[in-house]
C-alpha cells in the first residue's frame, strides 16, 4: 500500500500507525476523535486533548466518516499480517 491522501487533512500510509487514516503529521487517528465525539465529548474537549489539532481536522474526520458510506469505498489496510 502507497500513501494515500484522502483529503487536505487525512492521510492513510503504510509507514504510520500501519496505515490506518491520521491527521496529515500527526500519529493522531481518525478513529480517535470520531469515538470521542461518538461518546459525546465537545469540539472544545477534543482540541484541548489533542492541541496539534483545529476545527477543520474534526470536520474532515466527519466527512470521511460520512463518504464511507455515502460513496461506498474504504481505505483498506492491506499491509500483510505476520502470525506469530
Known sequence: MKKVVINQYIVADPRICHGKPT?????????????????????KDILKEFPNLNQKYIKAALEYASSLTKEGYVIINTTPQIST
Open 23 to 43: 491527521f496529515r503529521g500527526t500519529r493522531i487517528m481518525v478513529w480517535q476523535i470520531l469515538e470521542m465525539l461518538k461518546a459525546g465529548a465537545s469540539t
